[in-house]
């Protein structure tokens, strides 16, 4: 598998030291999309693929599968044409998805295009349990409540204060960059309008913390994970970069676990 990634940030270099270095997944990343020029050479001659500023060249190149792993608004910008060009898409800033006719233009695009669009678990859990409890309609409420240290939300403060009460959608739009999680939820559960969020700031917590709790006609879902933030960018847990090599890992596997 020849894979693209489009960004040169905290992800996008794991996946390089995972895949081209360490060799943890069946492929490689043989071509990097961005803007920053200086980045984009650093990582070219420390991995050895060919770096890109522009996108028609990027995936004019012999990749199979691209790897999104840019912010919110850039994900809307090149999207489309990654899937326009019969490339299979994995994408990091789910957060894109707060236009829910978006994710919708984009799996009928891909299924035309004979290609897949995979939304990676990133920093949570339970979304098999969502996906089922919702088979036959029966899934009433969500409710995900994040709490991260002052560093990972980019604030200095040192009392918890709750920083958002509201929808998924609503607090995607607050914070792009630190809730992408939320709308992976909404979107595997009842949808962006009916998943409740809360994120709370908390200067005695280190983990990115997300606790999910769901009912229906199942039965109740407590999940909760304490996510170790990236050293490159504390914003980001390690559990999201590593949900995105397992993607890589499990792609082309005839045993699929979970729904
Ligand atoms: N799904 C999930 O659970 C999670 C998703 N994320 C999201 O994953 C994405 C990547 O995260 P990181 O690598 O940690 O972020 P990062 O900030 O380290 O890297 C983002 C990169 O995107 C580049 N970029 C921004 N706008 C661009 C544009 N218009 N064109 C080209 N490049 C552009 C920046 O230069 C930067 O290098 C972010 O959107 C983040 O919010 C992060 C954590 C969890
Ligand atoms: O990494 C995390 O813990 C969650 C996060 O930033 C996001 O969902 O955008």
């Not at 407590?222 to 490159?232: F, G, I, Y």
């Not at 504390?234 to 993607?247: D, E, F, G, M, R």
Request: no cysteine; aromatic share 6%.
């Amino acid at each position: 598998m020849n894979i693209g990634v489009i960004g040169t940030g905290n992800i996008a270099t794991y996946l390089l030291e995972q895949v081209n270095e360490n060799h943890m997944a069946d492929g490689q990343i043989t071509a990097v999309f961005g803007r920053n020029m200086e980045a984009g050479t650093r990582l070219k001659e420390r991995f050895g693929m060919e770096f890109y500023t522009d996108l028609g060249e990027f995936l004019s190149t012999p990749v199979d599968t691209v790897v999104e792993a840019v912010t919110v608004d850039a994900a809307r910008l090149f999207l489309e044409e990654v899937v326009g060009h019969k490339k299979d898409l994995i994408v990091s800033s789910i957060g894109v998805f707060k236009d829910f006719a978006f994710l919708d233009e984009l799996a009928k695009l891909a299924e035309t295009n004979g290609t897949h669009v995979y939304l990676p678990s990133g920093a949570i859990g339970g979304l098999d349990v969502l996906q089922s409890a919702r088979a036959l309609g029966g899934l009433e409420s969500v409710r995900l409540t994040t709490r991260k240290s002052p560093m990972s939300l980019g604030m200095e403060t040192d009392r918890e204060q709750v920083l958002f009460d509201g929808t998924a959608f609503d607090a995607v739009g607050e914070f792009p960059k630190n809730i992408n999680v939320a709308l992976v939820l909404a979107i595997a559960g009842i949808g962006v309008h009916e998943t409740k969020v809360r994120i709370i700031v908390d200067p005695t917590v280190e983990r990115n913390t997300h606790t999910i709790e769901a009912q229906g006609d199942f039965g109740k879902m407590q999940l909760q994970v304490e996510n170790n933030p990236m050293a490159a960018n504390p914003k980001t847990s390690l559990l999201a970069a590593l949900s995105i090599l397992s993607v890589l890992q499990n792609k082309g596997k005839s045993l699929k676990i979970g729904n």
